[in-house]
Nanobody, 115 residues
Framework: QVQLVESGGGLVQPGGSLNLSCAASGFTLSMWNMDWYRQAPGKEREFVARVFTTSDTNYADSIKGRFTISRDNAKSTVHLQMNSLKPEDTAKYYC?????????WGQGTQVTVSS
């Protein structure tokens, strides 16, 4: 079955960096576009970034220039490198794949940006 497991979250000061990972299993990663979403307390889940099967990328305006999404098909892993973090980036970050008409989500990893 499809499984997505996020890791790499934590507490970081403003201006700091984190690298999130999403380990995918149960499907062939190279065949599917992969996304990162985030959800802050009291807010709706929002799109952060997508990496296409071609490795082309798409980003939300709020994080453009600070975050980089990438994929390692050989390791079946997707990364989100987050730099210049701001308090408003505080949220739970989720890995997502839409595959054959179904949406799959990981359990999320918490990112807290605070001094």
């Amino acid at each position: 079955q499809v499984q997505l497991v996020e890791s790499g979250g934590g507490l970081v000061q403003p201006g700091g960096s984190l690298n999130l990972s999403c380990a995918a299993s149960g499907f062939t990663l190279s065949m599917w576009n992969m996304d990162w979403y985030r959800q802050a307390p009291g807010k709706e889940r929002e799109f952060v970034a997508r990496v296409f099967t071609t490795s082309d990328t798409n980003y939300a305006d709020s994080i453009k220039g600070r975050f980089t999404i990438s994929r390692d098909n050989a390791k079946s892993t997707v990364h989100l490198q987050m730099n210049s973090l701001k308090p408003e980036d505080t949220a739970k970050y989720y890995c997502h794949v839409r595959r054959i008409g179904s949406d799959y989500w990981g359990q999320g990893t918490q990112v807290t940006v605070s001094s």
